[in-house]
């Protein structure tokens, strides 16, 4: 696999995308990045937070130029946000320089705490929607069986 390209994990709130995420760059010794974090330190405030006081459309468009910092760097592995796919620009972003992996976990084992619209819209409306952009944007899909047992099995997918 080139080097150089990004691995990009997508998929539903708490599927494990950062806790993956870190175990797969450590496991091919890249630096692993999480677009929420990056968030967070520019708007310096959580993620709840950002919905409450500005709301959904403020939170994309952090989310939007979150991604766009990372996507410019080279040989990452790189956290998304849940609703990553909820706009459309956000998929030539990702697609430029990486290689992106959907990351499919069982609906019943998403939690919801601390995550705004899981609890507000529910996790199977979320899932409807989303669901089969994750497998549009993907290069391909994931099912999800434990943070060190799936970065593995990426690691192995991509050699």
């Known amino acids: 696999m080139n080097e150089s390209k990004n691995i990009i994990l997508i998929g539903m709130p708490g599927c494990g995308k950062t806790s993956i995420g870190k175990a797969l760059a450590k496991k091919m010794n890249r630096e692993f990045a999480d677009s929420d974090e990056l968030i967070i330190q520019t708007a310096g405030k959580s993620i709840p937070a950002i919905f409450a006081e500005d709301g959904e459309e403020v939170f994309r468009k952090l989310e939007t130029e979150a ?6 760097r080279t040989g990452l592995v790189i956290a998304t946000g849940g609703g990553i796919v909820t706009k459309p620009e956000n998929q030539n972003i990702i697609k ?54 799936t970065a593995a099995f990426i690691r192995k997918k991509l050699s």
């Not at 991604?67 to 410019?72: A, E, K, Y």
């Open 67 to 72: 991604l766009q910092t990372l996507c410019n």
């Open 96 to 149: 430029q320089n990486g290689i992106v992996i959907f990351l499919d976990r069982d609906l019943m084992q998403l939690p919801v705490s601390g995550r705004p619209l899981s609890q507000k819209e529910g996790i199977n409306a979320l899932a409807a929607i989303r669901l089969p952009l994750y497998s549009q944007w993907g290069d391909f899909t994931v099912t999800v069986c434990g943070a060190e047992e």
